[in-house]
């Protein structure tokens, strides 16, 4: 039983990494929180589940497309609010509110178009039966999706460490001041990395049907607080510290609903605290604490 | 900013402050408070303007840590409910009075804030996110169903043998009244100025031999008590709830946007946010509640896009002082 649990907690990591990764891209650019995060995730499981009810489009076609239309989306919505946003005396508070806004806007759009009933995709359209790995058995649609989140956050990373727009990137992350002075145009560098993280929580949403079980315009909240907790544990503003975050959160999640499963929704929620406390930048953070 | 034209002030609290003070107290406070407690003599849905009055002291006890300290506690809701929750088990579980009632939701508020005082050690949106955990595992404790001979888990509680329609609406309206009167004391003090001065620059506030620690620690304070009285006489007013009500994170969300709407660190400010914003939801949110959302967050985008210092800075953009 132990075994099972680190091992799906360590699929399910995987999958975590792929959730929080996007907020964790676009804080660690811009200094600003998503809190539509969990909503984009939403949509981009809405896509899905639409592509596969009305075509029977397969979740990989769909999460090319998710990929491509969320990027689309993702990089010209940074034009239209970060900018204005960040002349504002504090724009990190506001952009929690910013997009708080954002995010009933996409949950109200949602409702009206979708209504609040349950949706879901069967695990079996990924893969029929369970596979044995390390000693557990897992269902196949889990280890799809992490084998895709796999993928995914191996992309982020060869963005950003071996293109040169990722260096620019990095760049920004490291000093916006001094990169712009620099002659790095910023914004095109932060309106990408938007669209990227947009699109990698669509992507997150396209395979959150087989993870999260079935979804409703209103997962955005609960999703949000995993997130959250992933990247803080992993540390805020560092892309690759989300794995770290991921692991963690996975295994914990799934030891505390084997041992203690009716105090298992208090986990985020305390692993947040904790390590916000103890370990205020994260267990590989830069130092972000002030007086 | 609406501070900054004011000129700095010498180390001795001068009189003008002080008569300024009085003034607004004399001009807008007292009104203000005099005005809700006759409301219900004018207009029958008492409950209606309890929840107005409950949400102008949760505005006003957010514009305490928020409007001074820049601090932002997307988990405020978590002292209305540890102060809601406090009322309740004290009825139910001790059979003891409202009074005794309200003064463990006080107590119990308060300590929860010092419990999560080294939060305010994180900044920004750490602390953000940090309170709204914390008001989410609070939540998840008091609804779990193993503490259902404590709490009564999520199945709720049922207060009906205190219930005092009029009087707990009369508690709220002194709740209200105190935490104006701190507004506008933290306004016309030198504590508040400190703070404020905290807020723009914590390095050169420090500097100045302002104790930043422990100030910043007694707004958090205060700002969490009235939040906790507001939630023992919501309790008290309700009294039948459950842990999904007294947590409600809209609690939170609405007095943040109403504070910030109206304009931070101002008197008048969070109360035009309350009356325009929330007499707007109850003229349609309730029947259509996902158009409502949706007006409502458009709204919200618009404001920190366009007016992230509130309507108040309308006015003070032209030199005129808000009170």
């Known amino acids: 039983m132990l075994q099972q ?46 592509l596969f009810t009305l075509f029977g489009m397969s979740p990989f076609l769909a999460a090319v497309l998710v990929l491509v239309v969320f990027l689309a989306v993702g990089w010209p919505l940074y ?43 069967p695990g079996r359209v990924l893969g029929i039966g369970p596979f044995g790995l390390l000693g557990a058995m897992l269902p196949k649609a889990w280890g799809v999706s992490a084998l895709v989140s796999a993928i995914a ?9 071996r293109t040169r727009l990722g260096t620019l990137t990095r760049a920004v992350m490291v000093n916006r001041d001094e990169a712009l002075a620099s002659g790095i145009d910023t914004n095109r560098v932060s309106a990408i990395a938007f669209g990227i993280g947009i699109a990698l929580a669509g992507l997150a949403g396209v395979f959150a049907p087989f993870m999260l079980g079935s979804m409703t315009p209103s997962m955005g909240v609960d999703v949000n607080l995993a997130a959250f907790a992933v990247i803080v544990v992993g540390s805020l503003g560092n892309p690759l510290g989300t794995a770290l975050g991921g692991m963690i959160y996975g295994v914990s999640l799934l030891l505390m609903q084997t041992y203690l499963s009716s105090w298992a929704n208090l986990l985020p929620n305390l692993m947040l605290i904790l390590v916000l406390l103890v370990w205020p930048t994260g267990i590989l953070g830069r130092e972000v604490r002030r007086a | 900013m609406p501070d900054r034209a004011e000129p700095p002030r010498a180390g001795i ?37 309890f929840n107005f009055v409950t949400f102008l002291a949760l505005a006003q006890g957010l514009n305490v840590i928020y409007g001074f300290t820049g601090y932002l506690p997307f988990g405020y809701v978590g002292f209305f409910g540890a102060g809601a929750y406090g009322f309740a088990i004290t009825v139910m579980d001790f059979h003891l009075g409202p009074g005794a009632g309200m003064a463990v939701a006080a107590a119990a508020s308060v300590v929860l804030g010092m419990i999560l005082s080294p939060l305010l ?51 709220a309206v002194g709740i209200f009244a105190f935490a104006t009167l701190l507004v506008i004391w933290l306004r016309n003090a030198r504590f508040g100025l400190a703070l404020r001065a905290m ?63 109206g304009g931070a660190a101002t008197l008048l400010g969070p109360v035009c946010g309350v009356v325009l914003l929330y007499g707007l939801y109850n003229a349609i949110g309730i029947t259509v509640p996902q158009y409502f959302q949706l007006i409502y967050g458009l709204l919200i985008m618009a404001l920190v896009l366009f007016l992230p210092d509130g309507l108040a800075s309308l006015l003070t953009r032209r030199g005129i002082r808000v009170p």
């Open chain 1, 79 to 121: 034009y239209l609010i970060v900018p204005r946003l960040q002349l504002a005396r504090d724009a990190e508070m506001l952009s929690l509110i910013l997009f708080f806004g954002l995010s009933q806007v996409i949950e109200a759009l949602a409702t009206i178009a979708f209504g609040t009933t349950e949706h879901s995709i």
């Open chain 1, 5 to 50: 649990a680190i091992v799906s907690g360590l699929v399910f990591g995987l999958y975590f990494t792929l959730v929080g990764l996007g907020l964790n891209l676009i804080f660690g650019v811009m200094r600003i929180v998503n809190i539509a995060h969990g909503d984009f995730l939403m949509l981009g499981g809405y896509a899905a589940y639409w």
């Open chain 2, 13 to 49: 609290a001068s009189s003008p402050m002080r008569a300024r003070g009085w003034r607004d107290l004399a001009f807008a406070g007292a009104p203000l408070v005099v005005l809700a407690a006759i409301a219900p003599a004018l207009y029958g849905n008492q409950l209606l303007l």
């Open chain 2, 199 to 261: 807020r723009d620059d914590p390095v050169s506030a420090a500097m100045a031999g302002f104790p930043i620690v422990r100030g910043r620690t007694i707004a958090w304070l205060l700002s969490a008590l009235i939040a906790g009285l507001a939630g023992g006489a919501y309790a008290w007013h309700i009294s039948v709830f459950y842990p999904e009500t007294a947590f409600d994170i809209s609690f939170s969300i609405f007095a943040v946007v109403f504070t910030l709407f």
């Open chain 1, 153 to 161: 956050v191996g992309a982020v990373a060869l963005y950003l460490y």
């Open chain 2, 121 to 171: 050690r994180l900044s920004g949106a750490y602390f953000a996110i940090a309170s709204l955990a914390a008001a989410q595992a609070l939540y998840d404790i008091v609804s779990n169903p193993a503490l259902d001979d404590v709490t009564k888990g999520p199945y709720g509680v049922s207060l009906s043998s205190v219930f005092a329609p009029d009087l707990s609406y009369n508690v």
